[in-house]
């Protein structure tokens, strides 16, 4: 019937002109529960996320490629954090269920991009890594302030071009009914779940642009931390190799926890099965993830720590 339905109304010209976000399940006190859940959790990453920004800012110290590339990171967390999180409480709250069809193609253009950003940013902060541990003695002259920032803006340029072609697909792809999307936020899924047209297209381009964005990004991060463990490993004294490892153990975590999460969503042919599955991992990756990094950096960074003293005792 659902068929029928939706070939009358291509046959008649008519389209979904606006989806009703459906959240998460569960009675009004779970609902308001969880909004102040994500409210705290929004507060903590903003104030986190910009205090790392504002403390290489101030502290000399720290103006050197790593810091500048994790201050990259921190501004796209706060900006993805902003493009999920206002707009999920109002699901929650039944204030603002409706997304228009454009603005809903705007947010998921929105987020993968900065998603995008971010397995580009990670993997320059790998290769910056490597070349610190495995030519410490040339660091300084190969990785110069001119190079750091055309690696940063290339990361920026290349997460948001790799999308802008899966995103004019999608924007061209039919909707004839329903309307509901299971989920907080636009996701690429979502759609392909509810489009009454031809998908195929629309799949194959999001499984080449995983492969090109987050398969290309891990490997250049995998082959630098080959080589930077390698090294780490021939240096005789345990306290070399301890404070070599802590140059890259923060970066390391970070990797490891949007590297699992990211390929479980986006690296396969198809997800419209895991619909709910993936509900549950977006929530990680779009709210917890940009929670974790600050402290992470913050907590795994002795020259951040000492920065941070110093602020305080001012």
Same mark, same amino acid.
């Given at each position: 019937q659902?068929?029928?339905n939706?070939?009358e ?9 606006e989806?009703?976000?459906l ?9 308001v529960?969880?909004?102040v ?8 990453t903003v104030?986190?996320?910009?205090s ?21 990171l ?9 493009? +999920? *999180? ?11 269920q409706? #997304? $228009?069809?454009?603005v809903? %193609?705007?947010?998921?253009f929105f ?20 070349l610190?541990?495995c030519s ?7 990785m110069s302030s ?11 340029l290349?997460g948001f071009l ?6 004019f ?5 039919t909707?004839c009914?329903?309307?509901?999307i299971?989920?907080?936020?636009c ?8 489009s009454?047209?031809?998908t195929?297209?629309v799949?194959l ?8 964005? +987050? *398969?290309?990004?891990?490997v250049?991060?995998l082959?630098?931390y080959?080589y930077? #463990? $390698?090294t780490i490993l021939? %240096?005789r004294?345990?306290h ?8 890259c153990s923060?970066?390391l975590s970070?990797v490891?926890?949007?590297?699992g999460?990211?390929m479980?969503?986006?690296?396969k ?9 993936n ?11 940009p ?6 950096y913050t ?10 003293e110093?602020?305080?005792q001012?």
């Open positions: 659902m068929n029928l939706s070939s109304n291509m046959a008649n010209g008519t389209s979904v002109e989806f009703v976000l959240g998460f399940p569960g009675t009004w006190h779970s609902r529960s969880l909004v859940v994500f409210a705290l959790m929004y507060s903590l104030t986190g996320n910009a790392i920004i504002a403390l290489v800012w101030m502290n000399s110290n720290l103006h050197t490629p790593m810091y500048f590339f994790l201050c990259n921190s501004f796209l967390e706060i900006w993805y954090t902003m493009g +999920v *999180v206002p707009k999920a409480m109002g699901v929650m709250l039944g204030t603002s409706t #997304i $228009s069809f454009s809903c %193609i705007l947010q998921l987020l993968l991009s900065l998603g995008s950003t971010e397995c580009f940013l990670l993997s320059v902060m790998a290769y910056d890594r490597y610190a541990i410490p003695l040339r660091y300084s002259s190969l001119a190079l750091s920032a055309r690696l940063a803006l290339s990361s920026w290349g790799a999308i802008s072609l899966l995103a697909l999608t924007s061209r792809l909707f009914g329903p309307d509901v299971n989920h907080f936020l996701d690429i899924d979502s759609c392909l779940a509810l009454c047209s031809d195929w297209p799949e381009a999001t499984f080449l642009v995983s492969i090109i964005v +987050v *398969v290309a990004s891990c250049v991060t082959v630098s080959v930077i #463990i $390698s021939r %240096i004294s345990a070399g190799r301890k404070k070599a490892f802590s140059t923060a970066h970070v490891m926890i949007w590297y999460s990211t479980f969503l986006y690296v042919p198809s997800a419209q099965n895991y619909l709910d599955l509900k549950l991992v977006n929530t990680f990756n779009t709210i917890v993830t929670l974790l990094n600050p402290f992470i907590l795994r960074n002795k020259e951040v720590k000492q920065a941070l110093q602020a305080f001012k």
